[in-house]
């Protein structure tokens, strides 16, 4: 249809219009073409992406309790060293992956500080114990280390423990079960009895059980079931020590009872449950980073985690930690089965991440590699009479997996990667050819040069880390892609800047992200939130979907964003138009105090002034009114009548309480006497971790950018435009800003640098449900005002009836689920009535994300 031109029109018929607001309620309107298809909408568009970061499976997911279980954690990574208390991932000086085939001398922290980390002795007074690793006669070749105990004395109290202390404490309830194993031997004058237990984090026992005999020179086996007298989300696991002698532990595992689907090294049911709920088509594992290892030598292969546990030697990743791989290969492929999903399995393409070690393996010797991944493919879906099919039968799954997708390699990309991935998809075609082939794209967007130099490719995986109100900025994203004969996935996506550790602000985001996506259904097929899961003691990513602590959990916005998108997903796309009616009485978006700020950087301020209406409202005076001032961070002091900042660091911030500009006209003098960067100008400051700024002299002094912070979260919001020439030392700059309604001008010495214009935040799309016929509205108002929407059906469907609305609506951007309240902000489903067989309207509520569900007849 025919659109006014001063509306932005996006490609594909969404329509994304102006977005100031008015005192009363807004009013947008969406016309929606039902007689006509646009796309179709890829049943498999979302998937999940498990990688081992931040304890998300260790810790996490997989549900064994006892960390370091087999003793094996202070062992250093094939290939590495530490040096000075630095892993040395690349010591040989290998070539260096992308970098010009230089060397890398990348190097990262060695965590680990004991020879047993997670375990320790507590004894009584008077008890001689000692704890040492050895290596003596293991209990298997890929696990060497061991636990050896000298009891030359006990204290006598009963109470000499060796204890583990989890993953930041055991979650044991009152009337639970869990299942215990673990391997000892012992010396001829170990002749006591041995006792388990179970230890509240007040010290006292809630379980136990007692071995009346563990004497062997021989590793054995032995089992129990510990029953908890007591409920307590802190406690620990020990061996209570009973006699006198060497006593050795092997192999110690601990797993609640009910695991998902009460399966024998299982996964944690809440953890489990909250992707199952999510409904997944696919799941992409096991990384991310952490299938690219911290250099060739340690990274992960399938064939080490699959079959006994025990003989399973673990890998050290890139995330600085140990996985035990009892969440093999096998354990994945039965949690696709369990969750009705299909795998997509990520293989190491024999290269280690490029920003770090990067080391490489040869040309000649990928072919091995190929070789490997045929034999993974064939353990998944090959029949019981194949080699590795005939394993896996062993391994108590004679029926195939539902393995439908392989793809080479992480977020390698270019034409040597290419080169290389051609290898892999020739190879593997001719073999299996009902198997999707992915290839990496790098990070970020379609890398046209991997993408040209790859002969052919099944899918292209791009990844999508963004800022916030990217999204809004860049709605018709992947409408400007090259279509070809090649499907899209965004493997990785998340909205993870200036929004804090995710909230409200994200799940808008990451809404009208999703909507990108939908609206380009006939490109973008599949997509997968990154990162999955946080343990809240170990954050290795700032912002990720599901959080929590041995006792308990909670799924942000942002998940419960993706659940309502997938549960009411169209199956094919119709044309529509979004039109935003401006108000009579606009709303200033950039409402909020002003600030000084610096990074790394040394830098006065003076003569600061804000003007409204022609008429100056504030005026500085730091000799006699500096109180009016909060020093948030940093060192500020005053010289001269100027308000100095002379500490280092990040985010040095001062603000003026107690104040409320609009639109207003902000000028300023500054002057550079140190340091790294330049100036920095906050305005819209509401508190001390939510603002917009100018910064000036960014990015090592070269550039000029506007940036958003929320939460201590910090990310662009504009383009970044290169200075003419750097900010000089010593020279005093006039900065000005031009606050308008929703606009901003950033000028020094009078010349425009740079501006910024809040982005449109009403975004829509409409679709249909082939089954039921019904229409589905989605609409991501990211708005501080409701906005009251006239919906318009044109062509033969007529609505029917009432019509269902699932909304998630928060007050404020900066809201989120919590321990406390996980389930706060979730869908909310309510019912409206339709005006008409060709018209309803729907009020979207500020801050939302809203699906619409109508039913229809012709």
């Given at each position: ?227 908890a007298s007591e409920t307590d989300g802190k406690s620990s696991f020990a061996f209570r020590l009973e006699s006198t002698g060497e006593i050795s532990f092997d192999f110690v595992s601990l797993f609640p009872k009910k695991t998902f689907k009460n399966r024998p090294n299982g996964l944690r049911a809440d953890l489990a449950q909250y992707l199952a709920d999510l409904k997944p088509a696919f799941v992409r594992w096991p990384g991310g980073c952490f299938v690219e290892g911290v250099n060739v030598e340690s990274a992960p292969n399938w064939k080490n985690a699959i079959g006994p546990l025990e003989n399973r030697p673990g890998t050290f990743s890139v995330w600085g930690y140990w996985s035990s791989d009892g969440f093999g290969y096998h354990e994945y492929l039965q949690f696709c089965e369990d969750i009705k999903s299909d795998a997509l399995y990520v293989f190491n393409a024999g290269v280690s ?506």
């Amino acid at each position: 249809m025919q659109v006014n031109h001063s509306f932005r029109t996006m490609l594909m018929g969404c329509f994304i219009a102006s977005a100031s607001l008015s005192v009363a309620q807004e009013r947008a309107s969406m016309k929606i073409n039902t007689d006509k298809v646009k796309n179709t909408v890829s049943p498999n568009l979302h998937g999940i992406f498990f990688e081992e970061i931040s304890h998300g499976g260790e810790g996490g997911l997989y549900a064994e309790m006892i960390q370091n279980r087999g003793f094996e954690e202070s062992r250093i990574p094939p290939g590495a060293v530490v040096e000075n208390g630095m892993l040395n991932a690349n010591p040989n000086k290998k070539p260096h992956y992308n970098l010009n085939g230089r060397a890398s001398d990348w190097r990262m922290p060695w965590p680990v500080k004991t020879a047993m980390p997670y375990w320790k002795l507590s004894i009584g007074e008077g008890a001689k114990v000692n704890a040492t690793v050895s290596t003596d006669n293991p209990l298997t070749t890929a696990t060497p280390q061991s636990a050896l105990l000298s009891v030359e004395k006990l204290s006598g109290t009963g109470k000499d423990y060796f204890i583990n202390e989890g993953f930041w404490g055991f979650d044991i309830k009152k009337g639970e079960s869990y299942s215990l194993s673990f391997y000892t031997k012992t010396n001829a004058d170990y002749k006591g009895p041995l006792t388990v237990v179970l230890l509240s984090s007040a010290g006292k026992e809630i379980a136990s059980h007692t071995f009346k005999s563990v004497n062997s020179k021989d590793w054995k086996k032995l089992n129990c079931t510990l029953t908890a007298s007591e409920t307590d989300g802190k406690s620990s696991f020990a061996f209570r020590l009973e006699s006198t002698g060497e006593i050795s532990f092997d192999f110690v595992s601990l797993f609640p009872k009910k695991t998902f689907k009460n399966r024998p090294n299982g996964l944690r049911a809440d953890l489990a449950q909250y992707l199952a709920d999510l409904k997944p088509a696919f799941v992409r594992w096991p990384g991310g980073c952490f299938v690219e290892g911290v250099n060739v030598e340690s990274a992960p292969n399938w064939k080490n985690a699959i079959g006994p546990l025990e003989n399973r030697p673990g890998t050290f990743s890139v995330w600085g930690y140990w996985s035990s791989d009892g969440f093999g290969y096998h354990e994945y492929l039965q949690f696709c089965e369990d969750i009705k999903s299909d795998a997509l399995y990520v293989f190491n393409a024999g290269v280690s991440c490029e920003f770090r070690s990067g080391t490489f393996i040869s040309d000649g010797e990928v072919q091995a590699v190929i070789d490997d991944v045929l034999d993974a493919i064939e353990y998944a879906v090959g029949p019981v009479s194949s080699k590795w099919g005939k394993v896996r039968a062993q391994n108590g799954h004679p029926k195939p997996f539902p393995l439908k997708y392989v793809e080479v390699g992480n977020e390698q990309h270019g034409p040597w990667y290419a080169k290389r991935y051609n290898r892999f998809h020739e190879a593997i075609k001719a073999k299996y050819p009902d198997i999707k082939i992915v290839s990496s794209m790098g990070i970020g967007d379609i890398n046209r040069r991997t993408l040209d130099s790859i002969k052919v490719t099944d899918v292209a995986d791009e990844h999508a880390y963004k800022s916030a109100f990217w999204s809004f900025s860049n709605y018709d994203h992947f409408d400007n892609y090259k279509r070809g004969d090649y499907e899209v996935y965004v493997g990785e996506y998340a909205t993870n800047a200036g929004v804090g550790n995710g909230n409200m602000q994200a799940a808008l985001n990451d809404a009208a992200y999703i909507l990108g996506m939908e609206n380009n259904g006939d490109l973008v097929k599949m997509s997968s939130y990154a990162p999955l899961f946080e343990n809240v003691n170990t954050r290795h990513w700032p912002v990720n979907l599901i959080k929590y602590k041995a006792d308990s959990s909670f799924a942000r916005i942002s998940y419960y964003t993706i659940q309502l998108m997938n549960d009411q997903r169209s199956d094919e796309n119709l044309p529509i138009s979004l039109q935003q009616r401006e108000g009579a009485v606009k709303k200033p978006k950039n409402k909020g105090s002003i600030g000084l700020a610096t990074w790394d950087t040394q830098t006065e301020y003076r003569n600061i002034e804000v003007v409204q209406n022609g008429q100056t409202v504030y005026q500085s005076d730091f000799v006699n009114k500096a109180d009016e001032w909060q020093s948030v961070r940093g060192s500020w002091q005053v010289k001269d009548g100027a308000m100095g900042q002379t500490a280092q660091g990040a985010q040095r911030l001062m603000i003026l309480k107690d104040k409320s500009f609009d639109t207003y006209t902000l000028k300023l003098e500054a002057r550079k006497l140190s340091g790294t960067n330049a100036f920095i100008i906050p305005f819209a400051v509401n508190g001390t971790g939510s603002m917009l700024r100018a910064h000036i002299g960014a990015l090592v002094n070269n550039s000029t950018v506007f940036e958003i912070v929320s939460e201590g979260s910090v990310a662009n919001v504009s383009p970044t435009r290169r200075l003419t020439k750097p900010i000089e030392t010593g020279k005093w700059y006039k900065i000005r800003l031009e606050v308008g309604y929703d606009k901003v001008d950033c000028y020094l010495d009078d010349v425009l640098l740079l501006s910024y214009t809040e982005p449109k935040k009403l975004i829509g799309i409409a679709g249909r449900d082939k089954k039921t016929g019904d229409l589905i509205v989605k609409m991501v108002n990211g708005n501080d005002e409701a906005i009251e929407t006239e919906i318009e059906l044109e062509g033969t469907v007529e609505a029917s009836g009432a019509y269902k609305a699932y909304t998630i609506a928060s007050g404020e951007t900066a809201a989120e689920n919590s321990f406390t309240e996980p389930k706060k902000y979730i869908p909310v489903a309510t019912a409206g009535k339709t005006t008409g067989a060709k018209k309803l309207v729907h009020s979207f509520p500020k801050y939302s994300i809203t699906v619409l569900r109508i039913p229809t007849k012709k």
